[in-house]
């Protein structure tokens, strides 16, 4: 059975850091495209970043140049690292494997000062 489960999130003030770590299980996360979305309060479900086909990376224009998706194959996990964080960015993030259709529960971050 395959699992994705997220862990990182939290409550921090804007202009702080958070990684967020999306442990893969049952499968190999270098078979997965993994992908990072978010929902904000009484928003829809967006996509923020995610590794293309070729292994490059896409990411919301509202977070280019802030967040960061990575991936470390001997630990089969996948990573947002999110800098310099704003209210807006306040949202439960998922973790998604694109080609494989798996999610995750999801996790919380809020941005508050």
């Known amino acids: 059975q395959v699992q994705l489960v997220e862990s990182g999130g939290g409550l921090v003030q804007p202009g702080e850091s958070l990684t967020l770590s999306c442990a893969v299980s049952?499968?190999?996360?270098?078979?997965?495209?993994m992908a990072w979305y978010r929902q904000p309060p009484g928003k829809q479900r967006e996509l923020v970043a995610r590794f293309t086909v070729g292994g490059m990376t896409n990411y919301a224009d509202s977070v280019k140049g802030r967040f960061t998706i990575s991936r470390d194959n001997a630990k089969n996990t996948a990573y947002l690292q999110m800098n310099s964080l704003k209210p807006e960015d306040t949202a439960v993030y998922y973790c998604?494997?694109?080609?494989?259709?798996?999610w995750g529960q999801g996790t919380q971050v809020t941005v508050s000062s």
């Open positions: 049952g499968s190999d996360v270098r078979f997965n495209i």
């Open positions: 998604n494997s694109v080609n494989r259709g798996y």
